[in-house]
Each structure stands twice: as C-alpha cells, then as structure tokens.
C-alpha cells in the first residue's frame, strides 16, 4: 500500500499515469453528492511516492496479459492491449493439478503475491521482470483479482494450491486504478450502509474482473439484508460496474 505523503496542490496532467495521483474527490463526483454522502469534496484520494513514480518510468510502457481464459462473451474491444501466450494448459487450476499436464522440460516460476485480504503463493508459466510491489493478475476462482509480488519462491517452498498469474502489471497503472477505486470505496460503503437503515457490518470491498468486466465485491456479515440493495444501487450510480454483496456464507 502507498504510504501517506502531505498532500500537494492537485494539477492536471495528460499524462495517463497521473489520472489518480493528488486528485481530490471533487475531480470525480458532484461535489453535492459528496457531501450529502458525509465528505469533504477537497479531500483528496490519495497522493503518489516518489518512489512509486520512479517505478512506473524504468518499465515498459505496456500492460501484458497472457494465458488467459476462454471467455465466449469477451469484445474486440476488451482485447487491443492484451498478448496471449502459447501455453495449452487449463486454466485456473492450481499448481499441483497442473504437473501432471506439464510436458516434460516445462519450466514454471513462483512468487509470493499479497492480495488485498491475505499473502498467497501463485505461480506462473513465464519468467516475470519484476521488482518488489509489481502489479499481477491472479486467477482466484471466478474471478481475476489483482495483486503485488512481494518475493520470489523455490518450487520445492512453494504451496501446492498455488493460483495462477495469468498477466502483469508492467507499466503500473491498472494497480492505481484499483487502489484509487478502491480507497473512495472504502469511505463511501460504511456510510451507505448507515443511510440505509441496514445493522449489517462493513469488512471489505475490492474490485476484480468477472467475465472480462469489471465487479465490485463488498463483504459484509450478513449479505441477505434487503436494506443493502440501497447501497448496491448507489454504488451502481456512482462508479458503473456490477456490484456484489457476500459474507463468510456465501463467499
């Protein structure tokens, strides 16, 4: 997670790198919707490290998927930035049901990766150019979700229910996107859920990729409260995509 940095006078850039970095919440919604939702409109999303910055301009100014899955409904559209990959392997099995697919010679890497809610092992079938925090997409599922490589792992460290990488991050700014969506969500569901009368308890959102569309995932304790088609309402209305609500039971 970026650390917190005083915050600076926002200014425009043409720059698509820069389309979170200093924004305040005004930049995006009404400032009367902000503030009848209990927020400053000043208040700024989150600021960008230098260090973070630097990262950015020593990659390639790219995003690489490869190895992805099949999916019937995906648009032309959806695909202009994406470089599929040779491999015939299934997809979203985990590691220990892959080797007995693998040709021999088949070479795999593993990393350690740190999603949003806990650190997995995850694995992949090429050598990624990577530093600390590089952005991954991780088949979980039915959903891609997105991570941050924390290390490199030894096939024999490696947990056999290891997820598969299925793209890279390399230019970073798919990762500012979802920490930008995901920092304005954080503040904006506690206080949908207090204006809909509903007692359920706020634990998480996160955005991910469902069917090659955007999903937001709200966790809550109770996913069965009806009050809560308020919030997926509103925030329907104020980001775009498919929301889903779930708890422990219905995860």
């Not at 000043?42 to 992805?68: A, G, H, K, V």
Request: some cysteine; proline content about 6%.
């Amino acid at each position: 997670m970026l650390e917190q940095i005083a915050p600076v006078q926002a200014t425009f850039s043409n720059d698509v790198n820069d389309i979170f970095h200093d924004r305040r919440l005004s930049d995006l919604l009404p400032a009367d919707f902000i503030r009848q939702i209990g927020f400053d409109p000043d208040q700024y999303i989150f600021q960008t490290t230098p260090q973070s910055r630097m990262r950015r301009r020593r990659t390639e100014p790219t995003l690489t998927l490869f190895d992805p899955a099949p999916v019937p409904s995906r648009r032309r559209s959806e695909v202009t930035d994406i470089m599929y990959g040779q491999m015939n392997m299934a997809q979203g099995q985990s590691l220990i049901a892959q080797l007995p697919q693998m040709p021999p010679g088949t070479k795999f890497y593993c990393y350690e990766v740190r999603l949003s809610d806990f650190i997995i092992h995850a694995y992949s079938f090429q050598q990624l150019n990577w530093e600390k925090g590089s952005g991954v997409f991780i088949r979980d599922g039915r959903y891609i979700r997105y991570g941050q490589i924390t290390k490199n792992l030894q096939i024999k460290d490696t947990d056999p229910n290891a997820l598969q990488i299925v793209g890279q991050d390399i230019k970073g700014a798919v990762g500012d996107f979802i920490y930008g969506v995901n920092q304005i969500a954080q503040k904006i569901v506690p206080n949908l859920i207090l204006q809909s009368g509903s007692k359920v308890k706020f634990i998480s959102v996160e955005i991910v990729s469902y069917q090659a569309r955007s999903l937001i995932r709200v966790k809550v304790t109770n996913a069965d409260d009806p009050y809560l088609l308020y919030v997926m309402q509103k925030l329907i209305y104020i980001f775009g995509p498919p929301v889903e609500v779930y708890d422990d039971l219905s995860a």
